[in-house]
């Protein structure tokens, strides 16, 4: 499998394994300054600037949602709104994270509870259709800037859904995509963001690919990180693209001096990357910029930059040495998922040890491999383990629950596999230390594992219960 890159006209047979990227913010929006008391279309109380967790739908009460009205909101002018779809249903999550950006770019956000990880599509395209009539009825919204967002499987829903619905005009997927087809145009506007080390990184660069085949405008956003809801600076620059596009789409009139800023902040960090003498993210940020401006600002000097880089020699071998690694990478990938099952324990504590190293390495590219394949093996082991855990399969659970805990030592699911292990052992003491050993290790999520009927016999039991109560 040879996964490409495309800068200009040339195919270079490479990802970039990490784009450094540098993040910016951009106010777009001014506050009111008076607060009135408003109510929805059909007159209940509404206030802006909070995070609602838990609105009940006004026609169907199994719909629930949380709600984010940025402070800009006053009932009479309609503002954009954006659907967010977390992989484990917590509709707040993002809202709580990006709430700034709410009120920065004045849109109304929408936090699903009900579509989650492990639903039928069918269901939750129906969901969303609810969710979408129910914040017409409820909220004044702009019908031609609808967008929709999500992390991991949230993500492929909200490219789902743009793809399905036609007032859908953009999508911001995070950590997660679906395969874009190269014989037609998507019809909608599309940010991505992936961090470096997530797991999914080559799916996210594999759309990337697609869009730069076909000429295509998007944004791509890479941050220092694995697989998570992006730190603030970069699903701000995700919404600068959606920006520029509703500018470019006559969805917003555009404005000057706004685009004047975000032209110079990306000059700035142009001169950055050029005074780091790092070729490909001076790259990456030409490119960005020409998608971005075309048609809005002079690009010749842009393009002058980006093929004089392109035929450097710096260029060719730093591309030359990233495709050898993601060459290694996916075999590996391959060799990891036979060897979970073949494999015994001496051998993965050797192997995963050697990657551990790696991944501290002074090489760059090499560190990000090694832990994007330390991410790999983490969330594979996971999901041979619950499959062997609701299977009854101890022995086969108790080594693939001892690979996680090598590849992902700091993760609190390790422990809760341990202590789900052990009730099915019997084995209450060892239980319940597992589960102290989650809690200390940052578990939080009890909501979404008491709702998963694969985890319901360990939370209700009452030493677990105890622990919550404490």
């Known amino acids: 499998m040879t996964l490409k890159l495309h800068f200009g006209k040339k195919v270079w047979d490479s990802f970039s394994l990490l784009i450094p990227v540098v993040l910016f913010s951009a106010s777009f929006f001014s ?6 008391e408003l109510t929805d279309r059909v007159g209940n109380p509404l206030s802006t600037g909070k995070v609602v967790s838990r609105n009940v739908s006004l026609s169907d009460t199994t719909l629930i949602y949380a709600s984010y009205l940025p402070k800009q909101y006053d009932g ?32 109304v956000f929408i936090g699903s509870n009900n579509i989650k990880n492990g639903l039928p599509g069918t269901y939750c395209t129906q969901v969303f259709q609810l969710l979408l009539k129910e914040t017409q009825a409820r909220f004044h919204i702009d019908e031609k800037n609808i967008f929709t967002a999500g992390f991991s499987g949230g993500s492929k829903m909200a490219i789902l859904f743009a793809q399905q619905f036609r007032e859908v005009a953009g999508v911001i997927g995070c950590g997660g995509s679906l395969p874009f087809s190269s014989d037609q145009s998507p019809g909608f506007y599309y940010a991505g963001i992936v961090g470096a080390t997530d797991f999914n990184y080559l799916e996210m660069q594999q759309s990337f690919s697609v869009y730069d085949q076909m000429g295509y405008d998007y944004t791509s956003v890479v941050f220092n990180g694995g697989h998570q809801w992006p730190p603030l600076a970069a699903m701000d620059q995700a919404f600068t693209g959606i920006e520029i596009y509703r500018m470019k789409s006559q969805r917003l009139p555009r404005n000057e001096k706004w685009l004047d800023k975000t032209w110079f902040r990306m000059q700035d960090s142009l001169s950055v990357f050029e005074k780091k003498n790092d070729p490909i993210a001076q790259i ?35 591309i030359k040495k990233r495709q050898n690694y993601i060459e290694k990478e996916i075999q590996l990938r391959t060799e990891f998922i036979k060897a979970i099952e073949l494999r015994d324990i001496e051998w993965w504590t050797n192997e995963v040890d050697r990657i551990h190293k790696s991944a501290s390495s002074q090489d760059e590219p090499l560190a990000m491999v090694s832990s994007r394949l330390l991410n790999y093996i983490s969330m594979a082991s996971f999901m041979f383990s619950k ?4 299977d009854v399969k101890l022995d086969d659970a108790f080594k693939k629950i001892k690979i996680y805990e090598m590849s992902d030592p700091k993760n609190p699911d390790v422990y809760l596999m341990y202590a789900r292990y052990y009730l099915l052992m019997d084995n209450r003491e060892l239980m319940v230390l597992n589960f102290k050993k989650a809690l200390d290790s940052g578990f939080n999520s009890w909501q979404t594992y008491q709702n998963d009927s694969s985890w319901k016999e360990l939370f209700e039991h009452q030493e677990i219960k105890n622990l919550r109560k404490n």
Do not use: M
């Open 76 to 107: 009479k002018a309609k503002l954009p709104v954006i659907f967010f779809f977390d992989p484990h249903g917590e509709g707040s999550l993002p809202l709580k994270k990006y709430q700034s950006l709410a009120d920065t770019y004045g849109f």
């Open 387 to 390: 499959t062997d855990l609701d």
């Open 31 to 36: 506050c009111q300054g008076e607060k009135k």
């Open 284 to 318: 990456q940020t030409l490119k960005q910029t020409d998608r971005w401006f075309n048609g809005l600002r002079n690009l010749k000097e842009i393009k002058s930059k980006e093929y004089a880089l392109e035929q450097s020699q710096a260029f060719y071998q730093e």
